[in-house]
Structure formats: C-alpha cells, structure tokens
C-alpha cells in the first residue's frame, strides 16, 4: 500500500484503467491500443491479496476506478475531543492528525494560496515516495527521506527548509502516534489543498517507517528526455498519461538549484494557485518569463506525450486535470 501512495498525491483524472506494472519504453510504444488518457490502475503488495480490509477496498477502487468513483465519506468537519495528549484525543485515532494538519495549515497556506513551504511539502512527499520502483526491496513512502541521510543527496536540494521543518511535526506528533511517513505525505495533501484549486484528497495513515536511505537513482531528473522519464516511471507502475498529469505538480513550483543564478523563478507564472496553466507556459511560453525545465518541455513535446501535454493545456485543461466536481477526499 505505501508505494501507491504518489498517485493519490496529485490528481491523475483520467480512469481508464490497464495493467502497466513492469513495462518497458519500448513495449509502450509497441502498443496499437495504447490510448491517451490509459492509466495503470495496477495494484501492488497486499492489494494484490484476495483478501483485503476495508481501507484496503478503498484505495484498490481509488486506483482502478479514480478518485470520483468512491464515496469520499463526509468530508464534513472534525471537532476533536480533547486537547493533544489528552486520554480523549489518545484514544480517537483521527485527533492527533487534526493537529498536525492544522498546524501544517498555517505553514503552507496564506491569504495569496499555497506558500513556499507548501510547495516544498508537494516535493517532499514524491520524494519519499518515488525513490523506489517495482525492482527494489525497500524504500518508498517510509519516511526514510527524513529519517536517513537522504536529504544530503543533490537530488533533494532545495528540500532543507521543509525537511527541517516536518522533523519538527515528528518531534511533537510521533510521541501521540504519527509516524513521519505519514506526516510527509499528509503533508504534500495540506500543501496540495493549500493551492487554491487543489484537489481535496483523502488522507491515509498506518505506512511503516524506515530509517534506511531509499535506493538511488530512481527520482527523475530535470536534464533527462522524455524516453528515459516515462521508463523511470513505468518502474514505478505509472503510464506514460500518469507521468504528464503528475508533472502538473509544477504548477506550484520554483527552482532554486537547476539555474542558482535564477533562484525563486517559478515554473509557471503562478506558483500559489493550482491551475493548469503550467501545461500551456512550458508548451508556448518563453524560458524568461517562467522557468522551463528540460525534462518539462521534453515531455510537452514527444511523440507519446505530447497529446496528453496538449489536452491539459488546452481550453478544457483544467476541468480535465483538476475537476473541481471530483468529490473533494481531503478529511480529517
Ligand atoms: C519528470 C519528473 C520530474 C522532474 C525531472 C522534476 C524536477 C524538479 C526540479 C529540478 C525542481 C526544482 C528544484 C529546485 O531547484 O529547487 C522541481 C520542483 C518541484 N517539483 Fe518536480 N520534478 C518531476 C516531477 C514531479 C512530481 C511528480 C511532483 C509531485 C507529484 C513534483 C513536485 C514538485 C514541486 C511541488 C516542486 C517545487 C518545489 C519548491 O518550489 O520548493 N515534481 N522538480
Ligand atoms: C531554460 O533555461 C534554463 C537556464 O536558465 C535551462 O536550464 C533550461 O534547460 C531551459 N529550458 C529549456 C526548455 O531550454
């Protein structure tokens, strides 16, 4: 289950599901039935058992059916019984996340939209849960990303301010039960919402943490083509169409180490909003005004991608990228 955990990060709208688990580039490409729009839908660890608990069920039906397929529960408001560390907030599995989520409210959301602290919590959860794919026998969303040595590594720079700040959320939260991978992810879900725009997106917890770096090698990186990223992401049983709705994440994104002589240019023209127009900035727009990532643009204009690229950029983008009827699933 913690492995699936990126595509409920970031809105993946399409539902059309088909196995993808361990394909190659050039099988993809092979593919006469290949459709834009095809997601995985596979399933991984014990959601491949017959027998599954009820949470279990419904992240199965999250990723083969999509988000707006299942009942997203009440989604209504949550008063908490008592005050953290309270034998009332102890004994209501919910309680200690409400704080946490409050407090990451604070940080990541002000009166313009998402914050630069936002942002960083957006990344932070993919790379905790990305450095990993269906060959390796550890890593993904286990926290490991705070709990290693991993933020050393050149490809989670720009992760300082809030990797510091989500091991202050352990320090206070872990004591009542959250476990850091739990805090990273639910993090990237507050700093998605904070976004104006941003998906609601239904928040899971019990994932294991891991206090051993994650394999390397296995984020992506802004120099590589669209080839080399789809296959990274195949890996990591995500279809070419998931890749180009992922990416979408950089409509809340600056880049600080890619150009440091450009530190703070945002990869859209902004960065506190959730809307698609990231899609149409990279496919037309000038390297000046917004910052273009390579890796962007490669898969804005490739062969395989660049139909999906087109659809979200185009005049009904955001209502297919981010539909504000898809059931808001953020709860507390
Ligand atoms: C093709 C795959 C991807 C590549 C090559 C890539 C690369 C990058 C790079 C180079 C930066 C700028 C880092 C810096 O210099 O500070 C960045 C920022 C960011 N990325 Fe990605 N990324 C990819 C996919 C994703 C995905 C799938 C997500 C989320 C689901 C994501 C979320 C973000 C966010 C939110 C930021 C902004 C962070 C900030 O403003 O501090 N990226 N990415
Ligand atoms: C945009 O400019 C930056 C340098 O500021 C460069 O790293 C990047 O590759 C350029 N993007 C494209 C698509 O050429």
Known sequence: MKKATILLLCAATQAVAHPGMGRVMAEIQAR??????????????????????????????????????????????????????????????????????????????????????????????????????????????????????????SENRGLEEIGALTKTYYSTYHPYGAGMADIIQLGAIVGTVACPGGPRIRAFSGRKDNSRAAPTGKLPLPAMDAPTLIDLFVKKTFTASD??????????????????????????????????????????????????????????????TQGQWKTFAGSSGQSLWSPVSVVSLYEW
């Open 32 to 153: 006469d039935d290949f459709v834009l729009g095809a997601r995985s839908g596979s399933l991984l660890g014990d959601l491949l058992s017959g027998v599954l608990t009820a949470v279990g069920q419904v992240i199965k039906d999250i990723l083969q059916l999509g988000t707006g397929a299942i009942d997203p529960g009440s989604g209504g408001s949550y008063t908490p019984p008592g005050k953290l560390g309270s034998s009332a907030c102890n004994s209501d599995t919910l309680c200690v996340w409400y704080y946490v989520a409050s407090q990451m409210w604070g940080d990541f959301a002000d009166a313009g939209g998402c914050t630069d602290l936002g942002r960083g919590a957006i990344r932070q959860g993919f790379h905790d849960a990305a450095a990993w794919d269906v060959n390796s026998a550890y890593g993904g969303a286990d926290g490991s990303l705070l709990l290693s040595d991993e933020l050393s590594r």
């Open 243 to 304: 890749l180009v709705a992922l990416v979408g994440a950089h409509t809340a994104a600056k880049q600080r180490f890619v150009d440091p002589s450009r530190a703070g240019a945002s990869l859209d023209t902004d960065p506190q909003i959730w809307d698609a127009s990231f899609y149409s900035e990279t496919l037309t727009g000038d390297n000046k005004t917004t910052f273009i990532l390579h890796s962007d643009k490669a898969l804005a204009t490739y062969s395989v």
